[in-house]
């Protein structure tokens, strides 16, 4: 069992918290893991902090020549791992003390699943707990672990968009890197998205809900940047599209209100960006939804949710249902 599972660790800066999170894969309850430290060009400090975990014989380190970005980073590091199993964990979040032990419980018993997909708790930048909407979110269509079919995962994806929230967490079977392909690394919000949508279409999926780290929500998380530049928007569009149109997914009779459901937050985004993309950038990012999914369908699905909107503003809950 010692040769089971890989942690890797994507590092790029951050060294208050990547000591946080190296402390807790030291912390394991379990200490039979792999750790690959991938490198994607930090700076000295960090780069300091790293060197210092050479002693382990557990511990790779690779530094990669240029910044490869996160996916790009993910996918060099496949090569890199001699375990069936990777577990991801982003450099500013922690694995709970029983993360091993448990992931390796549930390898065992998954029944030929080659993804595992585990509930996390929530952290701000000062590790105090907040609202669990990931949780929220399981509770919909997993309040218990159970192992979910790839069509029934499908429709998971779309109805309630990127479900894992966080790539943090996630156990896969390496050999799910060869027969659909790896991240896309072109890519630097939807990506995990958008690979579960081809992983779910080739295995079943283990979706576990005892919680295995806790994951940190702050100003200088890639996420936030991505957002603020509008950087998601097309990404998101481009996998809504793609879930419209999957040959599995034809039948299903809510796919386009589902994807309206989701669309409808970057309508409301783009409107909001007025003063920055001005008429012209705004009717041209319209444009785009319009193409990707349809824009009387998503303001329809605006209209609709606009009571719940207001609702949620008022009450302080950042989780709004999905229809």
């Not at 896309?184 to 958008?194: K, L, M, T």
């Not at 990404?235 to 589902?258: A, D, G, T, Y």
Request: proline share 5%; glycine share 6%.
């Amino acid at each position: 069992m010692t040769d089971l599972i890989t942690i890797i660790l994507p590092v790029y800066g951050r060294p208050k918290l990547l000591r946080h999170a190296l402390d807790s894969i030291y912390a394991q309850h379990d200490p039979g893991w792999s750790l690959l430290i991938a490198d994607d060009g930090s700076d000295s400090q960090t780069s300091a902090i790293i060197d210092q975990q050479k002693y382990d014989t557990r511990v790779s380190v690779v530094r990669r020549p240029r910044n490869l970005g996160l996916f790009g980073n993910l996918n060099a590091s496949l090569a890199e791992i001699r375990t069936p199993w990777q577990l991801i964990l982003c450099s500013d979040d922690i694995l709970l003390p029983t993360a091993i032990s448990s992931l390796k419980t549930s390898i065992l018993t998954c029944e030929g699943s080659r993804l595992i997909l585990s509930s996390y708790c929530s952290i701000d930048v000062q590790g105090r707990r907040r609202r669990d909407i990931n949780g929220q979110f399981y509770d919909c269509f997993a309040p218990e672990t159970r192992t979910i079919t790839g069509l029934e995962m499908l429709e998971h994806l779309l109805h309630y968009g990127s479900v894992n929230g966080n790539i943090t967490g996630l156990l896969i079977n390496n050999t799910l890197f060869s027969d659909v392909g790896l991240w896309r690394s072109d890519w630097r919000q939807a990506s995990d998205w958008e690979w579960l949508v081809r992983a779910c279409s080739a295995t079943t999926v283990l979706v576990r809900r005892e919680p295995i780290a806790e994951v940190r929500v702050h100003d200088g998380q890639l996420s936030e940047s991505n957002r603020t530049l509008h950087l998601e928007t097309l990404e998101v569009l481009q996998v809504l599209e793609m879930l419209l149109n999957h040959p599995k997914l034809q039948k299903c009779p809510k796919r386009v209100e589902w994807a309206a459901y989701h669309a409808q937050f970057i309508f409301w985004n783009i409107l909001k960006s007025l003063p920055t993309l001005g008429p012209t950038g705004v009717v041209s990012m319209l444009y785009i939804l319009n193409n990707h999914v349809g824009l009387l369908p998503t303001i329809k699905a605006f209209i609709v949710l606009l009571p719940r909107r207001i609702k949620v503003r008022f009450t302080n809950n950042a989780f709004l249902p999905p229809i």
